[in-house]
């Protein structure tokens, strides 16, 4: 507060005696020109006999002002101060100068500093001695006489409040420009006392605004300081309780809110329920249309989860993870309500850049029963749920049961089954023949994972394949069948048969997958063209570009490629015509209906079509009699696999025909019936 009086009283100080300053100044000037003209017109100074040169230098050491100069800083522009003033000019000068002038000092010098003459005549001796060693004088003197201009002096100091006085130095220049003398010559201002009063109000006044601009800008500098710092804080607080992207309540206020909701409704017994969401194939989003569009599609989601769970706290715990707690006197029967509604705003796709995205939500939905119950608990429960809804075919939602506790001890009981069967050896890989129908000769080998626990004895691919796709074993595994297959194939007696390995999407990592390929096949000493792949539609919806781009490296290998379990998605022809495939597999589930339904078996007899005219082989799997097997020769099916030729067996290297219904050789026409030992 003090700081803030001093540095106004400071400006007003200041500015008024800068306001004196130059109002003084300013007056004085007009004088001093006037002074001037009227010296300079009667051109006092006349040079001396040259005897009297050394008297009046010698005259003049009393009064050294003009000695003192030129001893410290001649310069050859000042001539030898041979110059004297007559009585009479002396006298018309004064005589001009008092009619012009009511009080005045002058002081007529020579360039040695001898005093020729001075005003008023009564002036003392200590006061032309003052007025010479006065160093502001002493400074205008003699820069008066090297510029031959008029030089003004004052006493003018910041730190004293007093009205200034001002003096001039006039220098006597003769025709070649050259100084002689020169007169110092002061006198008062001719001011009144209205003038200097307005003069001191303008200098307040402009003091005052000065001080109220500089006081507005500081005051507006500073709010503009304060208003960005509770701007940030603002931000921070929200962004440490809010999703940057949807804006949502966050995990943290998620739980905290939760957890209050429990605390409440163990004391008033009301309900509280949490619904876990989750986005359906939101990588494929990101994938196909890119993050930016993946945001949106996230914000469009979040818009949508308001507009149904209004009343509610809806928040984003993560990347595609929404949550939603319901707390107060609501039914089992109210939150079905309110989770179908949840789904139906997913019946309408959103556009995002002028491409429609279609919309699916899982969700779980899990109930406080009892006071006991925790935050963690209940989300834990929540998820659960929404696990079971998304292996159920997404797009739905599932209450949470407690047999889910249990399926969840079982599942993490397999995955640590599976981790030490990986390092101890204990899966293995069968094979299961791949027959051609129109010369009844084994083609190739499908190479299917078995697993044989110790303890639970038979383990079914249809139980430990999705948990190593959850868990990320499935690369682990699957490159295990890879490098098992190759090798055994490697070892087959008949070069010609081909391997067959399947590759799911959870394992086919763009840019790892070609190379370890070419790993498996330089180890093994496979020929590639003795290597088929098989991948689903699933794996090219995931990310088409990408995919179809590491297939045809895969392809340029020589390895050939074939589309599984084709028909059972919605779009494989259009996936047919952006990827040249080598083998079309009809899923067992037209064939196991073919013969006993009609649009069954015009679907087949489609795809056998579709096959000759893109001159792609075609197999039929789950083939198990052979009524089956005629229909598919009669159709114009190139390959047959199913249990009727040949169950999954391991293959002997020396002879790989055995156990399979096929005919051996080229010239042999004896057939083998298939054994039905496993």
Same mark, same amino acid.
């Given at each position: ?458 383990? /079914? #691919?249809?139980? %430990? ?9 499935? &690369? +682990? =595994?699957? *490159?295990?069948? $890879? ?20 590759? /799911? #999407?959870?394992? %086919? ?9 070419? &790993? +498996? =096949?330089? *180890?093994?000493? $496979? ?152």
């Amino acid at each position: 507060m003090f700081a803030v009086i001093g540095a106004i009283a400071t400006s007003f100080y200041a500015i008024d005696q800068a306001t004196l300053y130059y109002l003084f100044k300013g007056e004085a000037q007009k004088q001093f020109d006037t002074a001037k003209n009227i010296i300079v017109s009667h051109h006092p100074l006349e040079e001396e006999p040259a005897h009297e040169t050394t008297g009046a230098q010698k005259s003049s050491a009393p009064l050294s002002f003009g000695l003192r100069g030129s001893s410290s800083d001649p310069t050859p522009e000042i001539i030898s101060p041979s110059w004297k003033l007559p009585a009479a000019k002396a006298r018309a000068v004064k005589q001009a100068l008092v009619e012009e002038f009511e009080e005045f000092e002058l002081l007529v010098v020579n360039v040695p500093g001898r005093p020729l003459a001075v005003h008023p005549r009564d002036m003392t001796t200590d006061r032309v001695n003052e007025i010479l060693s006065d160093p502001s004088a002493y400074d205008a003197w003699h820069s008066a006489l090297k510029s031959g201009q008029l030089e003004i002096y004052s006493n003018f100091h910041w730190l004293e409040w007093q009205i200034p006085e001002f003096g001039v130095i006039i220098p006597y220049v003769n025709e070649e420009n050259k100084a002689r003398g020169g007169f110092i010559f002061s006198t008062k201002p001719a001011i009144n006392t209205v003038v200097f009063m307005d003069a001191i109000a303008f200098g307040s006044a402009f003091a005052f605004l000065l001080v109220l601009v500089v006081a507005i800008a500081s005051i507006m500098f500073a709010w503009k300081g304060l208003h960005d710092r509770w701007k940030t804080s603002k931000t921070i607080r929200f962004l440490a309780h809010n999703d940057p992207l949807t804006h949502l309540p966050n995990r943290a206020v998620f739980s905290d809110e939760l957890n209050k909701a429990l605390r409440k409704a163990s004391i008033t017994a009301s309900n509280v329920y949490v619904i876990a969401i989750d986005v359906d194939k939101f990588k494929e989003v990101n994938d196909n249309h890119g993050h930016a569009a993946g945001d949106t599609f996230l914000q469009i989601i979040s818009d949508r989860l308001r507009l149904v769970f209004s009343e509610h706290l809806v928040s984003r715990l993560s990347g595609d993870e929404f949550a939603v707690m319901i707390e107060g006197e609501y039914t089992s029967h109210d939150i079905t309500v309110l989770a179908q509604r949840a789904l139906a705003t997913t019946n309408s796709n959103c556009v995002i850049d002028s491409k429609e995205i279609q919309i699916s939500l899982s969700m779980g939905i899990a109930q406080a029963t009892d006071a006991a119950w925790r935050s963690s608990r209940l989300l834990h429960c929540a998820d659960l749920a929404l696990y079971r809804s998304k292996n159920g075919g997404r797009s739905t939602y599932t209450w949470y049961e407690s047999s889910m506790d249990e399926e969840l001890e079982r599942r993490r009981e397999l995955e640590a089954e599976m981790i030490r069967a990986l390092k101890l050896d204990g899966f293995s890989v069968v094979y299961q023949a791949q027959v051609g129908l129109a010369d009844n000769k084994l083609k190739a080998f499908e190479a299917l994972l078995r697993w044989v626990h110790p303890e639970k004895g038979r383990i /079914s #691919p249809e139980v %430990f394949i999705p948990i190593a796709e959850d868990t990320g074993l499935i &690369e +682990a =595994l699957g *490159e295990y069948v $890879l490098k098992k297959a190759c090798a055994d194939a490697a070892s087959w007696s008949d070069p010609t048969l081909k391997v067959a390995v399947n590759f /799911s #999407p959870a394992q %086919f990592k763009t840019g790892q997958i070609e190379q370890k390929i070419s &790993e +498996a =096949l330089q *180890e093994s000493g $496979l020929a590639p063209e003795r290597l088929e792949i098989e991948i689903t539609e699933s794996l090219l919806i995931a990310d088409t570009t990408s995919v179809v781009k590491s297939l045809k490296k895969i392809g340029d290998m020589g390895v050939s490629i074939a589309m599984d379990d084709f028909g059972t998605g919605y779009s494989s022809l259009s996936y047919l015509s952006r990827f040249p495939f080598n083998k079309i597999k009809i899923d067992r589930s037209f064939i196991m209906n073919i013969g006993k339904d009609a649009h069954t078996d015009a679907i087949v007899a489609a795809i056998i079509g579709l096959g000759r005219s893109l001159d792609v082989l075609i197999t039929a799997e789950g083939v198990e009699d052979e009524m089956q097997a005629q229909i598919l020769r009669a159709g114009g099916c190139d390959i047959v696999q199913g249990y009727y030729f040949g169950k999954p067996n391991n293959v002997d290297p020396a002879n790989p025909h055995a156990n399979i219904r096929c005919t051996l050789g080229l010239n042999d026409t004896k057939q083998i019936e298939a054994t039905q030992s496993a």
